[in-house]
């Protein structure tokens, strides 16, 4: 099962190669993918929305866990290994539909990363990708060093991205 799933998932990621990302000039639409035992409150994450954009039309926010489990109790969409079917494709529905939006901003906070989030950030619709240097360099244009507490992490984007010029 996994040949296929990998074999998928580096066609996914060879297609991003020559992407280029721009920085959008307003955010409207943003998708907030974290790990769940990386702990952040609900302060913090208005704080990097608020940051990025005072008026979203939409912020989509995926649970990303290791066990199916743990996920349990949270709003969905979750995003987990058994996500990826045989052929490397996301199965679940909610999921699609996050994958088929349009995003001004990806947000990635994770400590490790996983063949099907590497699937599914590969396919996320998204003009500007932020992510932990623990994942594949391909799935982000902003790359901050991975960071377990969301203070640290929130301090890193602001200053980076800050520091790029707009592409728009």
Known sequence: MNFFAKRTVKQQLSMLENRV??????????????????????????????FFSPEFENVERVHFHLNAKMLE???KPHLQPKSLDCRGRIAEADLSFVLSQHY??????????TLSLASFSAQLNAS?????????N???????????????????????????????
């Open 21 to 50: 990302g721009v920085k959008p000039s307003t955010v409207r639409r943003m998708v907030f993918i974290h790990d769940i035992e990386l702990d952040i409150t609900e302060a913090q994450f208005t704080e990097m929305v608020d």
């Open 104 to 113: 001004d901003i990806a947000v990635h906070f994770m400590q490790q990363s």
């Open 128 to 136: 500007f990708r932020i992510g932990p240097s623990c994942m594949d």
């Open 73 to 75: 109790g949270l709003p």
């Open 138 to 168: 391909r799935l982000n244009d902003l790359v901050l060093p991975t960071r377990l507490d969301f203070g640290g992490f929130l301090h890193d984007l602001k200053t980076y991205y800050n520091k790029i010029k707009s592409h728009a």
